[in-house]
T-cell receptor
């Protein structure tokens, strides 16, 4: 299984600023995903991070608000832009091992509070 | 798109009893169904999964059953222990040629009473 780390683990940000979250996998993974999870709620997929091409966003999420990079098979970043208090949430990344396995392994999450 | 319903939202059982959580999905193209356990403040952890060509899978006290015709799958935990207390999420995934479309259920908070 893949071991996934995220930075920062938590942050408190001011309204109108941006935060970039980093996701590092200890081995190459074919697919990486970014989720948002409100406390006590389920996971909502923001986008699939594609290596070498633009991310694929889910309904309700746009690139201008959540730009994503994936420069290689072990690393991705998610930026939360022009933040408002409604962006306060836990952001999780996950990786799927290879083109032949569907299993997703999750990072520990980034807890974001926007004031 | 895919819709995954999960029931119940909360479940309390006595230690040693069994717990069953059910999920239904809408997209017949879904072919992979993992279950995740999430303890408070922790990341979701995969506990068991099943593929659409299998009807049942067991791993010690945990089992998952899948009914493709009815489009539902269930998590069964036997001989529950206090450390089983957590939130459990099902997911329905369409996996094809390295592409994944994933939808999570709404979660079930399981409380095992000692």
């Amino acid at each position: 299984s893949a071991v996934i780390s995220q930075k920062p683990s938590r942050d408190i940000c001011q309204r109108g600023t941006s935060l970039t979250i980093q996701c590092q996998v200890d081995s190459q993974v074919t697919m990486m995903f970014w989720y948002r999870q409100q406390p006590g709620q389920s996971l909502t997929l923001i986008a699939t991070a594609n290596q070498g091409s633009e991310a694929t966003y889910e309904s309700g999420f746009v690139i201008d608000k959540f730009p994503i990079s994936r420069p290689n098979l072990t690393f991705s970043t998610l930026t939360v832009s022009n933040m408002s208090p409604e962006d306060s949430s836990i952001y999780l990344c996950s990786g799927s091992g290879s083109a032949y396995t569907e299993t997703q392994y999750f990072g520990p999450g980034t807890r974001l509070l926007v004031l | 798109g895919e819709n995954v319903e999960q029931h119940p939202s909360t479940l309390s059982v006595q230690e040693g009893d069994s717990a069953v959580i059910k999920c239904t999905y809408s997209d017949s193209a879904s072919n992979y169904f993992p279950w995740y356990k999430q303890e408070l403040g922790k990341r979701p952890q995969l506990i068991i999964d099943i593929r659409s060509n299998v009807g049942e899978k067991k791993d010690q006290r945990i089992a998952v059953t899948l009914n493709k015709t009815a489009k539902h799958f269930s998590l069964h935990i036997t001989e529950t222990q206090p450390e089983d207390s957590a939130v459990y999420f099902c997911a329905a995934i369409t996996f094809s040629g390295g592409y994944q479309k994933v939808t999570f259920g709404t979660g079930t908070k399981l409380q095992v009473i000692p």
